[in-house]
């Protein structure tokens, strides 16, 4: 990645930690700081006595720290980062201590035995096929037997209407829930304890509470209709049921696409107490089409691969099953390809690909769209976007509201968000070559 201050803060997991890796650039509080081509270290005085050992691996950039922090990277790992790119001068080129070879020498044979793993995997063939063609014969099996009892289950909650929705009903909902899990869909279960969680939240919860069945009782109807379904259609009914794709067949197998891809925005978000979601969408400048990365940290630890937001980078994808095509594995290292490339498209076109991937698979929960020449303005307590003649509801969390009216100054910007069906959260912005990350989009 470019080793800018604007990149090293893109990294950074909320506005709180860039402020605080800010506070952090003081060559004073490092006692000891070096470099080398692969990785750059350094020890910064925290409060203990005993000063914490920061490492980041340039090639990723992965970071390692010795800190109690849970964010990933830390603020140390940002500060570090920023000072090599505004303090080059101040780190020592050496030999690495031994505490920053032991971890890269970890890293690159954790690599290599993983590419191992899957060569051996492609070339291989399973030690009994029939017997995991049945395995999976008979969990589709339950799957579909629970769907069943699903959908007469739904049948009868329309049957005595969203009114008689009390807590006693709503007991009924998760017990329904928890039996899909035992029939190994816990896909279904969780959609279902969703649309319990938000009865009597919101004025509109009736219609949320009524597309939420709508969409479970079609994934019934599919499951149900499964042997007549295409083979991505029935990948998407896995997953909605719960089953997740094997990543290693995925990239094996799965259809690939090389391109220079354009990384469109990035949000991590933590999903509970160890457990970090990474969302990072691109766009194929080449191909024109877009991906999603998903990745999970658990425990404090961080991700494989950094994306920087507004960068560029030469890379293979391995795309899932789905109707939407969509998801994807990164399947070579990403090589820094320059400055980006931002689409330009008009509204009517990002949402006319909204609706194909929903008609390919209508469980998609999230779409990458670019809004250019859009203008956000403050309608009453209401945050809306003007683009192209459309009005549209932004979701940002109070925070970023202000930073994107000032970021706009009354004129229109480009925008690069989600769309989540009801409202467009904003990602990224730029105008003008001026870009800027909104760090905390709902």
């Known amino acids: 990645m470019p080793l800018t201050t604007d990149a090293v803060l893109a990294l950074a997991p909320d506005a709180a ?28 005085q925290g409060s203990g006595s005993k000063p914490y050992q920061t490492q980041v691996d340039l090639a990723g950039p992965a970071f390692r720290c010795s800190c109690p922090s849970r964010k990933f990277p830390c603020k140390h790992g940002l500060a570090l980062l920023l000072m090599r790119a505004q303090q080059p001068a101040g780190f020592t080129a050496t030999e690495a201590p031994g505490w920053v070879s032991e971890w890269l ?34 969990r589709w099996q339950r799957i579909e037997t629970a769907a069943q009892d699903l959908q007469r289950w739904l049948a009868d909650q329309i049957a005595r209407g969203l009114g008689a929705l009390d807590d006693s009903a709503l007991q ?101 107490d160890r457990l970090t979601e990474r969302r990072t969408w691109l766009h194929g ?68 690909a909204v609706a194909r991937r929903v008609a390919g698979c209508p469980w998609v929960g999230l779409h990458p769209v670019v809004l250019c020449d859009a203008l956000p303005l403050r309608h009453g307590d209401r945050l809306l976007l003007i683009v192209d003649g459309r009005v549209l509801p932004l979701a940002l969390r109070d925070a970023d509201i202000w930073t994107l009216l000032a970021i706009s100054g009354g004129h229109a910007l480009n925008l690069a968000g989600e769309w989540d069906g009801q409202a467009f959260a904003p990602l990224t912005s730029w105008s003008s070559g001026d870009l800027q990350w909104l760090r905390s989009a709902a």
């Open 17 to 44: 930690s860039a402020k605080a890796a800010l506070g952090l650039v003081r060559p004073a509080q490092w006692p000891t700081l070096g470099a080398s081509d692969a990785a750059v270290w350094g020890e910064c």
């Open 105 to 138: 020498a970890g890293r690159a044979d954790k690599a290599e035995k993983q590419a191992e793993k899957q060569a051996t995997k492609a070339t291989t063939a399973p030690a009994d096929p029939q017997a995991a063609d049945k395995r999976e014969a008979q």
């Open 172 to 272: 009924n909902w998760a017990t329904m829930a928890r039996r899909m899990v035992d029939a190994q869909a816990p896909g279904l279960g969780q959609r279902l304890q969703a649309a319990a969680t938000g009865v009597r939240r919101g004025a509109d919860w009736p219609e949320q509470t009524l597309q939420r069945l709508g969409l479970l009782q079609l994934a019934c109807e599919g499951l149900n209709r499964r042997g007549l379904l295409t083979a991505s259609e029935q990948a998407d009914l896995r997953v909605v049921a719960g089953w997740p794709m094997d990543r290693d067949e995925v990239l094996a197998h799965g259809p690939r696409e090389t391109d220079r891809w354009t990384v469109l925005g990035c949000v991590t978000e933590e999903r509970d």
């Open 285 to 352: 400048e080449r191909s024109g089409r877009r991906a999603f990365l998903l990745d999970h940290a658990f425990g404090g630890r961080g991700f494989e691969q950094a994306w920087v937001t507004g960068s560029a980078v030469d890379a293979t994808l391995a795309f899932f099953p789905s109707g939407s095509g969509l998801r994807a594995l990164l399947v070579d290292a990403a090589a820094p390809a320059g400055t980006a490339r931002w689409p330009v498209t008009q509204a009517a076109e990002e949402f006319n």
